[in-house]
């Protein structure tokens, strides 16, 4: 019996994505925390700081390490599973791939210096300066592979002869009218995320084993961080679905299931679809849909109507808007509320708001996930949008699945083993443990330097 290779081609890309997202997000977003971390140690000669700094970047490290392998599978399936993508566009998009590989070399190379010139110089801004580069290479990895992407929503810097692209302008193909709009909303999640992941840690580790003056003060941090980066990723948001407007407003129409072109146009949260595409069950909010798109109320936003019903993305793309979106302010509300608690002095620690805490980190990688498959599904039926369909790209090959499973085992392997290396690291060696160590070897030193909550 004939497979669906087209299937199979779409099942081994969400797989691949939806693995390597976890680990790339990470890959962004903690280099920052340590720089943050360890400059406020330095600043406040505050040693708990300097060892948020010190553990994080080890286990940042393991992260590394497994985003090497996952970033290679994503590169190998590309080739492997759309190879006539990778014939038509793969002279458009070398150039930011390349760029991303140098980006990520030049990241791990100021990473191994970082990690074994602890305490080797005398003015520790010296080994702090060296976040900087990693920082900045984590970030251009991030915004040279978003540019593909963005490149594959809006596709421009050649010209079609043939059925190929020719007299290829590669820098005009990274500067494509998404990529703004998407490296603002990626880099602005992924340091939002980053943060979320260490606030949950800290707050999951005091419902454990109490709250402790290291956990205490880095979680106010990373909220703190939380907080500034739910506003920027606000800001993206809203950026992002202008240009939706703009752009590609069957994307939009899709997200928001607008079938008829029409000015005041509420937006529309949950509910479901019937037979005659009439939405029931959701919550409207009046207008709020136009000024979304175009800052006005009474905008006229195009419906799906204007568009080949062959050409409209799936539907279901609603569901991942509303939940990526939704988890956004609720991100956004935690933090605010932790700090009424704080500013109030009010018992910020007390278990139910931990409990809250401590589940913004699967939250916030979460609506990360949505966000992706919002972005690759509601593109669809297009692989490079109105040049390529997805059907037209998918390798003909039945050895697809055998592709699949193996990277299934591969990536159940690979998570397994980040896990328990990861307990291992942490658990056999608590903050408070090191702590006491520092301060033995330190015994004039104070760290009782504030963070209380």
Known sequence: ????????????????????VIFATIGVGIPLMIAIAEF???????????????RWSRGFVISVAVGVVTGTAISLQLALVWPNFMKMAGNVIALPLFMEVFAFFFEAIFLGIYLYTWDRFKNPYIHWLLTIPIVAGAGMSAVFITTVNGFMNQPGGFVM?????????????????????????????AYLTGAALLAGIAAFAMLRKGVSTYHKKSLNLMMAVVLLFGLLNTLAGDVSAKFLAEHQPEKLAAAEWHFETGSGVDLVLMGWLNAEHEVLGALHLPKLLSFLAFGDFNAEVTGLEEFPKEEWPPLLVHYL?????????????????????VFKKRNAL????????????PLAFLAVELGWFYAEVGRQPWIIRGYMRVEEAATSSPNVRIIFFALL?????????????????????????????????????????????
Request: charged share 15%; with cysteine.
């Open 1 to 20: 019996m004939a497979i669906d290779t087209v299937l199979w081609s779409r099942l081994v890309t969400g797989l691949t994505l939806g693995f390597h």
């Open 40 to 54: 406020i140690g330095i600043r406040k000669k505050d040693p708990h700081y300097t060892l948020m700094a010190k």
């Open 161 to 189: 002869e043939a059925g190929q692209f020719t007299a290829i302008d590669p820098v005009q193909a990274m500067l494509n009218t998404a990529t703004f709009s998407k490296v603002f909303h990626v880099l602005s999640s």
């Open 321 to 341: 808007f509303d939940l990526m979106v939704g988890i956004g302010f609720a991100l956004l509300a935690i933090s605010v509320l932790y700090f009424l608690f």
């Open 350 to 361: 007390n278990k139910w708001m931990l409990s809250i805490l401590a589940l913004i980190a």
């Open 409 to 453: 085992l591969l990536y159940i392997v690979l998570g397994s083993m980040c896990v328990i290396v990861l307990r291992r690291l942490f658990n056999n060696n608590p903050a408070e443990v090191e702590m006491e160590k520092w301060m033995k070897d330190h015994p004039n030193q104070s760290t009782d330097k504030g963070g209380t909550a």
